[in-house]
């Protein structure tokens, strides 16, 4: 693991609360906000692609930041991308760096909604605004200049499990039609315990400990549900999913949980890609100034979206 990694690791951990630790979460909210503000958060998190436009709307009942290419002619396809953040924070700004690119390099509006948050709203309310951020989208189509035919789900982390969940549920429904998933190091089960999270039980910026208390707080009084919205892994079928690719990083406690799915997909005849940056640490794509492989990531989106879209 490179140095700068370790430096950023000790950084996080002297302004920022251990979620399990937390008692304020909108306290804990905004530590990461004060981190992103600053002149080092700037240079960790990385900066909105000058290219894209960048502006915030209102999406159904969720603010979001949506980014197209300036030289665009619409339609274009359509990203939704779920930022992560345990569903306990987090923010669509602290992936303006990957999503803008997305929107420039994909040739794509990428639309990044907001959704409720843990504890206060438990699950599936933050579920149902990404999923109703999805159907609000498509309804929309010719005023934002997409192409309702071609649309693509995004996330990280937490936001890659809303979108697994998001690509079952527009499955399960008869659409809207989604082209592709990005899942990016997804959490997809809420209580087996796999090898990595062992192996990397004391990672930078995601422990186990982190991964059990983000889980109880999302999931509130339904903690021990085997519902697969909240773990997508335990759908009955898997079967008749957009394509995937899944993005994965060797010093993370979720690495078995990309790679479980991974299995899942492609038993149900799904086309997959599956990518682990072994020297990488979970949360990489938002950290461009830290994780220098954030690029290479970077270039296999853009490629596979570029591809499918």
Known sequence: MALRTRLFAALLRRTSTPVEEAVNFPLLRAERLKLQGTAIGRLVFGRTDPSAATEEITVGDSRALLHRPTDAIAPLPCVVNFHGGGWVQGNPEQSAWLASRVAVRARAVVVSPSYRLAPEDVFPAGLDDCWSSVAWIVE???????????IAVMGDSAGGNLAAV??????????????????????VEMYDRWPSEDRNAEAPVLTSRNMRAFARLYLGEQHGTEDFRASPIRAASHADLPKALIVTAG?????????????????????????????????FLSLPGVVPVAKDALDEIVAFLRETL
């Open 140 to 150: 929309h189509a010719e005023e934002l200049g997409i192409d309702p035919a071609r």
């Open 166 to 187: 998001v690509a079952l549920l527009a499955r399960d429904a008869g659409g809207p039609p989604l082209r592709a998933q990005v899942l990016i190091y997804p959490g």
């Open 251 to 283: 010093h993370d406690p979720l690495l078995d949980n990309g790679a479980r799915y991974r299995d899942a997909l492609v038993a149900a005849g799904v086309p997959v890609r599956y990518t682990e940056h072994a020297g990488a640490i979970h949360g």
